[in-house]
Structure formats: C-alpha cells, structure tokens
C-alpha cells in the first residue's frame, strides 16, 4: 500500500475519532444541564408551592384577625393580599410551563381547590361581620382547620413527589454523564496515539503529496494538454517554486494555443475572403453579385446579420437589395444622408463600443451594436454595407468586414459600368431601342426557337419617308424629334408582340415571334395609323405630315433562315417605288396588297 494512502486512512480515522470524542463530551456536558435543568425545576416547584402556602396562611389570618377586630386597615389589608393572589388557573399554567408532570399538577390542583374554597369561606365571614359569632365560628370551626390541614398535606404530598422525580433524574443524568465522559476520554487517548501516528508520516506526505501532482500535472502539459489544473502551492520553498514554474508554463501554452486558433481563425477568414472575391469576379450580374454576397457573409461574419444596399439617383435614396440572418428593423429606402458612413465615406462608428451618434435608419434596439460600412467605388459612393449584433466576442476584425466592403463595392461597380457599356453597345441612344447589333443575336433566337416550335416569325422593314428633306429643311434636330417619336410609336405597338430594334438612319425593324402574315399586316396597319396622324412642330415652325412606308416578311410563307430580313426589305423596297407611305407584305407583291397614301 502507498505511503500516501496510508497516510490518508489514518488522517481520516483521526477525524472519526476526534468528532466522536467531540460528540461524547457534548452528550456528557447535555446529561450534567439535564442534572441542573431537574435542581431548578425543583427550586422553581419549591418556590411556587411555598407562594401558595403562604398566601393561604396569611389570608386565614387576616379574614380572622378582622372578623375579631373588624378594624377596616385590617380589611383592606386582606382585600390587597387577596388581589395578589393568582388564580388557580394560572398557577397551574406556571407549574405546566416549569415542566411539571399531569400527576404532579392534578394534585396540586386538588390542594388549590381546597385553599380557593377556604378564600370563599373568608369572604363569607367578612360579608357577614355583622354576626360576629357566626363569623367567628366560620373561621374556628373545626371544618375550616381541617380545610387548612388539607391544603397542607396536599402540597406537602406534592413537595414529595417532586422531591423523589428530581431525585431519580440527578441520578440518572450523574450515571450517564460519568459514562460518557469516561468514553470521551477513551476516544481522546485513541485520538492521540493516531495523531502519533500521522505525524510520523507528515514529512512524507508534505513531499509525496505535492511532487505526485506536479508530476501528473507536467505528463499532461508535456502531451500539450493544457485544459489540466495546476496545482496552488504557496509555500515558500522548492515546491512551490516548482509549482509556480509549472504554472507559468501552463499559461503561456493556454495564450499560444489562443493565438494559433485567431490565426486559423483569421486564415479561414482569408481563404473565404478570396474565395467570394474570385466568384465575384465570374458575375455576370448584379442578382449574381448579391447571391455571393448572402452566400458568404454568413461564414465570413457567423451570427451578425446584414443588409445590402444601393444608391439610386431616381428617386435620391438607398434601396436594400440582399440581407442575411434576419436584420432587425424594415428595410425601407431612406435618403443617404441619415447614414453617416455614408455621409463620412469610412465606416461607423469608428470604434465599436465608443459613445458615438447612431445612423438616422438604424432601430434603437440594434444601434448600439451596428456597423454600417460605405461600398465605395472610384472614390464615389454607391451603397452601403450594414452590420448587426457586432460584438467583440463574435466579430471577426473591422479590417475584414472593410476588405468584404471593398470587394462588394469594386464588384457591383463592375457590374454597373458592364450593364452601362452593354446597354451602349445593344442600344440605341437616341430612341432607346435595341440596336443593329442586338438584331443579329435576337433573330438568330428568335428563328430557332419557330423552327423548333413550328411557330410563325414576321419581320416589319419601317422606313421614314422623306427624312432627308425634313433634316435639310428644319435641321437635324427637328429629324431626331421626329425619329424619336416615330420609334416610340413602333415600340408601344410591338411591346407586348416582339420585340423592336432601329435598324439604321431613318430605318425601324420588328420581329413578331408567333404572328403570321395577317397578323403582322395588322400591326404594321396600326404604326402606319399612328405616325400620320402625328403632329409635331419644332420650335415655332410645324415639321408636317410624317409617314412611313413598311415591308412585310414571314416564315416560313416567304422566306427561310436569314433571307426573312432580305424579304422585309424588298417589301419595304416595293412600297417605295409604289410611292411610299403605305404597307407591302412580300407574299403580296404581285397581287399589290397596298394600303394607298392617304390624302
């Protein structure tokens, strides 16, 4: 068995007896307070029996000495000796509460009796003062002095039986008190021998003890497990400088374990970082940049919920485009100046944690721990970036929450100049319409989704007639006031039917997916309706009538593949030679189904 053990295993006996030893001494000090609580009780009984004894002897005498006197001092004497009198009840109630037992009190109350009927006798005597022998033979009768006797002998049999109960408890209370002293001795001698004992193993425990923690300790620190305790010795000497050394050793593992998990920490932060950043690169769309970002703000930032949102210029306020983890508050548009990232270009507040002025469009409940950072791009602000529940212990680095800033602002600018050079490059200027570029995609489109699907496709050929002499007349900004509205009129027709494109200078094209010729005959009666019954005039001067002349082409009626366009233009050519402002279809030609310029 191991030295520490044994010392254990008679630490712990020594304790069992030391509290034994203690518990004997206790009961033997209760038996010795159980001795005198039995002398007082029988000094309390002695006192109050002697009380009523003599309070019934001094009212006899009284109640005699006035029936042969009748002196009225004597009189009121007894009147304020029977006063002080208790009643019986209540001396019962003494005697009960002093720990008298029921056949003590039923004697004694018999006694009480006895001396409250000789009070009564008394006061019979005194009433009857007048008839002083019958008074006198009341109070010297012989019944009377045996009354007297009998209250004496009842409390003298009390007196006795409370004598032989006060008796038996000191006796017993001085055995057990003997005996149990006696056993608090035996146990304080076996406590000193094992203390004996122990104290020949004390220097053995002071050093085992002590070096077999350390030991356990330093095995598991070697094996880098630093989660282990280490023991607080405090003792000036060798363990506890050994015991100091483990502890300070024990803290720096725990802070470079701590530091190793922020730096991983900060490389997963990194790698998601670059990761968003090379998918942002690859959108094609702003719809495709805010599913990155809902994607990948949730990783980069776990449990702080946010919102994206987009400068607009018409009308003048920020709209949420994209949010994640369910942001408090609405997401209302507000005006960009009651956000002060916004206002300061840098992210508020500078200091998280530092009294500073909250975002106007912020709730109060999540203001305090907000952040809202600008995406800015080419030194110009076009949204904002907000941040809720940001707080120390779950936010990565502001730096962070910048750099994903940056990258959204960078990527969503991209996407705006890319959408502006796209709308350039596939529309036109000047009547907004899809341009000659955008026609070659479209019908290629359009083509093969009608031979795929058997569907009709027409083509519309529109020109202006007599554009040169409008431009030479008026100049060329009355040809674009006039070009601008004749287009708006071909893009109301075929809106909700195809799609419309300029094709050239004064030139239109609409391809109707799913129209026939008839029904393209009707629409292209409709643009030709509209534009005569134009009015427009620029500046003071009327610009005049304006017509249009319109080829008609359909597949697969009149052509295949890319011949459609050849056959709308050599339709539209045929209306020219017929004389203009009218409608040629090219199934028609030879039949001249023409509408006839109107007068």
Same mark, same amino acid.
């Given at each position: 068995?191991?030295?520490?053990?044994?010392?254990?295993?008679?630490?712990?006996?020594?304790?069992?007896?030391?509290?034994?030893?203690?518990?004997?001494?206790?009961?033997?000090?209760?038996? =010795?307070? @159980?001795?005198? &609580?039995?002398?007082?009780? /029988?000094?309390?009984? $002695?006192?109050? *029996?002697?009380?009523?004894?003599? +309070?019934?002897?001094?009212?006899?005498?009284?109640?005699?000495?006035?029936?042969?006197?009748?002196?009225?001092?004597?009189?009121?004497?007894?009147?304020?000796?029977?006063?002080?009198?208790?009643?019986?009840?209540?001396?019962?109630?003494?005697?009960?509460?002093?720990?008298?037992?029921?056949?003590?009190?039923?004697?004694?109350?018999?006694?009480?009796?006895?001396?409250?009927?000789?009070?009564?006798?008394?006061?019979?005597?005194?009433?009857?003062?007048?008839?002083?022998?019958?008074?006198?033979?009341?109070?010297?009768?012989?019944?009377?002095?045996?009354?007297? =006797?009998? @209250?004496?002998? &009842?409390?003298?049999?009390? /007196?006795?039986?409370? $004598?032989?109960? *006060?008796?038996?408890?000191?006796? +017993?209370?001085?055995?057990?008190?003997?005996?149990?002293?006696?056993?608090?001795?035996?146990?304080?001698?076996?406590?000193?021998?094992?203390?004996?004992?122990?104290?020949?193993?004390?220097?053995?425990?002071?050093?085992?003890?002590?070096?077999?923690?350390?030991?356990?300790?330093?095995?598991?620190?070697?094996?880098?497990?630093?989660?282990?305790?280490?023991?607080?010795?405090?003792?000036?000497?060798?363990?506890?400088?050994?015991?100091?050394?483990?502890?300070?050793?024990?803290?720096?593992?725990?802070?470079?374990?701590?530091?190793?998990?922020?730096?991983?920490?900060?490389?997963?932060?990194?790698?998601?970082?670059?990761?968003?950043?090379?998918?942002?690169?690859?959108?094609?769309?702003?719809?495709?940049?805010?599913?990155?970002?809902?994607?990948?703000?949730?990783?980069?930032?776990?449990?702080?919920?946010?919102?994206?949102?987009?400068?607009?210029?018409?009308?003048?306020?920020?709209?949420?485009?994209?949010?994640?983890?369910?942001?408090?508050?609405?997401?209302?548009?507000?005006?960009?100046?009651?956000?002060?990232?916004?206002?300061?270009?840098?992210?508020?507040?500078?200091?998280?944690?530092?009294?500073?002025?909250?975002?106007?469009?912020?709730?109060?409940?999540?203001?305090?721990?907000?952040?809202?950072?600008?995406?800015?791009?080419?030194?110009?602000?076009?949204?904002?970036?907000?941040?809720?529940?940001?707080?120390?212990?779950?936010?990565?680095?502001?730096?962070?929450?910048?750099?994903?800033?940056?990258?959204?602002?960078?990527?969503?600018?991209?996407?705006?100049?890319?959408?502006?050079?796209?709308?350039?490059?596939?529309?036109?200027?000047?009547?907004?319409?899809?341009?000659?570029?955008?026609?070659?995609?479209?019908?290629?489109?359009?083509?093969?989704?009608?031979?795929?699907?058997?569907?009709?496709?027409?083509?519309?050929?529109?020109?202006?007639?007599?554009?040169?002499?409008?431009?030479?007349?008026?100049?060329?900004?009355?040809?674009?006031?006039?070009?601008?509205?004749?287009?708006?009129?071909?893009?109301?027709?075929?809106?909700?039917?195809?799609?419309?494109?300029?094709?050239?200078?004064?030139?239109?094209?609409?391809?109707?997916?799913?129209?026939?010729?008839?029904?393209?005959?009707?629409?292209?009666?409709?643009?030709?309706?509209?534009?005569?019954?134009?009015?427009?005039?620029?500046?003071?001067?009327?610009?005049?009538?304006?017509?249009?002349?319109?080829?008609?082409?359909?597949?697969?009626?009149?052509?295949?593949?890319?011949?459609?366009?050849?056959?709308?233009?050599?339709?539209?050519?045929?209306?020219?030679?017929?004389?203009?402002?009218?409608?040629?279809?090219?199934?028609?030609?030879?039949?001249?189904?023409?509408?006839?310029?109107?007068?």
């Amino acid at each position: 068995m191991r030295i520490a053990t044994i010392t254990n295993w008679a630490y712990g006996a020594t304790v069992c007896l030391t509290i034994a030893s203690g518990v004997a001494m206790l009961m033997a000090s209760s038996a =010795e307070s @159980v001795e005198r &609580q039995a002398v007082e009780q /029988r000094y309390v009984f $002695d006192q109050l *029996t002697e009380e009523v004894e003599v +309070d019934a002897w001094a009212l006899s005498d009284l109640a005699r000495l006035y029936v042969i006197k009748q002196d009225p001092a004597v009189a009121e004497e007894y009147r304020q000796k029977a006063e002080t009198m208790v009643r019986i009840e209540h001396r019962l109630q003494k005697l009960k509460d002093a720990g008298a037992s029921k056949e003590e009190l039923a004697l004694l109350h018999e006694g009480l009796q006895v001396a409250d009927a000789l009070q009564d006798e008394q006061q019979s005597a005194i009433a009857s003062v007048g008839q002083q022998p019958q008074a006198i033979e009341l109070l010297y009768g012989e019944r009377y002095e045996n009354e007297l =006797e009998q @209250v004496q002998n &009842q409390l003298d049999h009390f /007196r006795q039986m409370l $004598d032989r109960r *006060t008796d038996a408890a000191i006796d +017993d209370a001085t055995v057990k008190s003997r005996g149990l002293r006696t056993l608090s001795e035996v146990m304080v001698g076996l406590t000193a021998l094992m203390f004996l004992f122990v104290l020949g193993f004390i220097l053995k425990r002071r050093v085992l003890r002590p070096v077999v923690r350390l030991s356990d300790v330093v095995n598991r620190l070697a094996s880098q497990d630093y989660g282990v305790e280490a023991p607080d010795y405090r003792q000036i000497d060798e363990i506890g400088d050994m015991a100091q050394a483990i502890r300070i050793f024990r803290e720096n593992g725990l802070a470079r374990q701590r530091l190793e998990k922020e730096r991983d920490a900060d490389w997963a932060i990194r790698e998601l970082l670059a990761r968003m950043t090379q998918r942002l690169q690859g959108c094609e769309s702003i719809e495709d940049v805010l599913n990155v970002a809902r994607l990948f703000a949730p990783s980069i930032a776990p449990g702080i919920a946010g919102r994206i949102w987009l400068l607009e210029h018409d009308p003048w306020q920020m709209r949420c485009v994209a949010e994640w983890l369910d942001p408090q508050g609405d997401a209302d548009p507000f005006h960009p100046d009651q956000c002060w990232a916004v206002r300061r270009g840098q992210s508020h507040p500078p200091v998280n944690g530092e009294p500073d002025i909250a975002c106007y469009h912020l709730p109060d409940s999540s203001a305090p721990h907000a952040l809202c950072v600008p995406l800015i791009a080419q030194g110009e602000a076009i949204g904002l970036l907000s941040f809720q529940n940001l707080t120390p212990e779950m936010a990565p680095s502001r730096a962070y929450l910048e750099l994903m800033a940056e990258a959204l602002g960078l990527a969503l600018a991209n996407q705006r100049l890319r959408d502006a050079l796209l709308e350039k490059a596939l529309f036109d200027p000047l009547t907004g319409l899809r341009n000659r570029h955008h026609l070659e995609d479209a019908l290629r489109t359009q083509m093969n989704q009608a031979m795929h699907s058997g569907t009709p496709l027409s083509c519309l050929m529109i020109d202006i007639d007599y554009f040169k002499a409008i431009n030479d007349r008026l100049g060329h900004d009355a040809g674009d006031q006039v070009i601008k509205s004749v287009a708006a009129i071909v893009q109301r027709a075929v809106s909700d039917k195809g799609m419309a494109f300029r094709y050239g200078g004064e030139e239109f094209l609409a391809l109707l997916p799913g129209a026939d010729e008839e029904t393209a005959f009707t629409c292209a009666s409709e643009i030709h309706t509209a534009v005569h019954n134009l009015t427009l005039r620029y500046e003071l001067s009327e610009i005049g009538p304006v017509d249009v002349s319109i080829g008609i082409a359909s597949y697969p009626q009149h052509a295949q593949g890319d011949n459609l366009l050849r056959a709308a233009d050599v339709a539209l050519y045929r209306a020219k030679e017929l004389g203009r402002s009218r409608i040629v279809s090219f199934g028609m030609l030879e039949e001249s189904r023409i509408i006839p310029r109107p007068v």
